[in-house]
């Protein structure tokens, strides 16, 4: 994160980097597929079912834009992207969290239209109207 990041941020990334810092294995998927089911890498509350809302409310679909803020691994913008065929961006301070949810678009073969970029939600640099569509899961909390 640059230097000039806010008190705020700082502990986010402090209590983040940890977190995203240990790898997936078979017992964080399988606790992941019973609570909320599905094995993306969540860092949150947020059900495969609910992502699925959030997916047909945007009307996403090849083509759209998509903007995942804070979106650690991936989790709901990766999975979207994979689901509904739009492009995403997963955007969010810890880079290991974006490293993984690299490796994760690479897995799935679709790293083509996700993309990822490491930035403050207070600052995004991305020009009006980069996106068709937002999502934000567990964010503000
Ligand atoms: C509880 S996690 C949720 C991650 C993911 N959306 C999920 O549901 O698994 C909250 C995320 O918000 C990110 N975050 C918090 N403040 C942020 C900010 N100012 N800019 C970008 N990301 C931020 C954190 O780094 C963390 O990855």
Known sequence: MAPEGTKAE???????????GVGQNEATRAVELAVIGGDW???GYTTLAQADVLGQVLGLEP???LLDLGSGRGWPGLYLAK??????V????????LRAGAARARAEKVSGRVG??????????????????????????
């Open 83 to 88: 689901r509904h065929g739009c492009t995403a």
């Open 10 to 20: 700082r502990q986010t990334l402090d209590r983040f980097i940890a977190r995203y």
């Open 90 to 97: 997963l955007s969010d301070l810890p880079v290991e969290a």
């Open 63 to 65: 083509g759209t834009r």
């Open 41 to 43: 890498g969540a860092n």
């Open 116 to 141: 990822s970029v490491l930035a403050s939600a207070r600052h995004l640099p991305f020009t009006p109207d980069s996106f068709d569509a937002i999502v934000h899961t567990d964010v503000l909390c």
